[in-house]
Structure formats: structure tokens, C-alpha cells
């Protein structure tokens, strides 16, 4: 069993559409964890960054930490064509620790 | 916000030479940089853990004597890809976090060919 399980997709929705990507996790010494989006051929931009439980709101995007579940969200509401990528969440135990990622959800944001 | 630069962003090369591939916390220091591979459609791979002035902390698998890394200063981490063979062409990423804890910040990744 992989630490980080995340759906591959692909996942296709209309513009407008609110996306959910999820992941769950294993290690409960996880407590930092991070969205990030790739574009082809570039290196991932960092999304929204989370410290233990709890909800953060910046713009479009939300994201979700359940610890007790292990399993964490992120919401894109009024998806755009522009939005169109992979999305990649990581997590770590802190300090200087390595980032474990998931596998990476692909979305398509079609018009 | 913390930039992460990486240089070169594309590397075409014939098979033997040795490419240096360097990655630069622009306005941040980063005493812990990290080096990764991808490969199409998949995801991050982590290569190695790159550490200011001591020996850089490799992943099982990775072959340190092919893959040498260099952190010789607080914003400049480097990776060499010595006598490369077309098995090593991929995308090549760096990052840093930007403190203790902090995430991590991504370079634009290098694009290796080996011909």
C-alpha cells in the first residue's frame, strides 16, 4: 500500500464546475500538507500549504485537512480551461522531511 | 512569494557527456534542497536530498556515483549527470523549502535528451 493514494483520473468537467480532488493518506506523523499544480512540461507551483486540520480559503480554492480520516480535499470552484492540469498533493512530518507525493490527478476544464 | 530558479531548462546532448544542471533559491536561503526525476505521465520521483556543506542524502535505487550533487553554498545546489546514456533522459526538478517546515518551492525542471 502506497503512503499516499491519489486518484490518476483523468477527470473531465464543464467550465464552471466545482472540482474535488481528494487523497488519503497512512502515516499519522503527517503534518504539513500541500497542493500543488503542474502544467506540462513545467515544475509544480504550489497551491495552498496546510498545517494539521482544518479548512483554508484563498480565492477559487479550498482545501481540507481531516487528520482523524487521513484524508484530505481540494476544491476548485468556477473552474476555468485555464485550470487545466495536474494536480499533485504532498505531504510531510515537518522540519527539513521529504515530501511524499501522490500520484497526481489529471483535470481537463473543457469550455 | 520564494522563487526557485533552474538552469538549463533544456539539455540536448550525445551519449558520454557529463550536464550540470543548477538550481538557485533566488530570495531565500535554502540549507536543504531537493532533487527529483519524472518521467511522462508520472509522478514526482525522489532522486536525492541536497544539504549545504555535507554530503547530499541519496534515495535507494539512485546511483550517487552517476548522479553527484553539489551544495556548496545557501542558495546553489547542483546536479551532474555524469557520462550520460540515453536511459538517463527525463525531466529533471529541483526544490527548496523556504525554512523549517515550510513547503517546498519547485524549479521549472530541466528537460535531459541523450541522443
Known amino acids: 500500500q502506497k503512503e499516499v493514494e491519489q486518484d490518476p483520473g483523468p477527470l473531465s468537467v464543464p467550465e464552471g464546475a466545482i472540482v474535488s480532488l481528494n487523497c488519503t493518506y497512512s502515516n499519522s506523523a503527517f503534518q504539513y500538507f500541500m497542493w500543488y499544480r503542474q502544467y506540462s512540461r513545467k515544475g509544480p507551483e504550489l497551491l495552498m500549504y496546510t498545517y494539521s486540520s482544518g479548512n483554508k480559503e484563498d480565492g477559487r480554492f479550498t482545501a481540507q485537512v481531516d487528520k482523524s480520516s487521513k484524508y484530505i480535499s481540494l476544491f476548485i470552484r468556477d473552474s476555468q480551461p485555464s485550470d487545466s492540469a495536474t494536480y499533485l498533493c504532498a505531504m510531510s512530518s515537518g522540519g527539513y522531511n521529504k515530501l511524499i507525493f501522490g500520484a497526481g490527478t489529471r483535470l481537463a476544464v473543457h469550455p | 512569494g520564494a522563487v526557485v530558479s533552474q538552469h538549463p531548462s533544456r539539455v540536448i546532448c550525445k551519449s558520454g557527456t557529463s550536464v550540470k544542471i543548477e538550481c538557485r533559491s533566488l530570495d531565500f536561503q535554502a540549507t536543504t534542497m531537493f532533487w527529483y526525476r519524472q518521467f511522462p505521465k508520472q509522478s514526482l520521483m525522489l532522486m536525492a536530498t541536497?544539504?549545504?556543506?555535507?554530503?547530499?542524502?541519496?534515495e535507494q535505487g539512485v546511483e550517487k556515483d552517476k548522479f553527484l550533487i553539489n551544495h556548496a553554498s545557501l542558495t546553489l545546489s547542483t546536479l551532474t549527470v555524469t557520462s550520460a546514456h540515453p536511459e538517463d533522459s527525463s525531466f529533471y526538478i529541483c526544490?527548496?523549502?523556504?525554512?523549517?517546515?515550510?513547503?517546498?518551492?519547485f524549479g521549472d525542471g530541466t528537460r535531459l535528451s541523450i541522443l
Open positions: 541536497s544539504n549545504e556543506g555535507s554530503k547530499a542524502t541519496y
Open positions: 526544490s527548496a523549502p523556504d525554512g523549517e517546515g515550510r513547503p517546498q518551492h
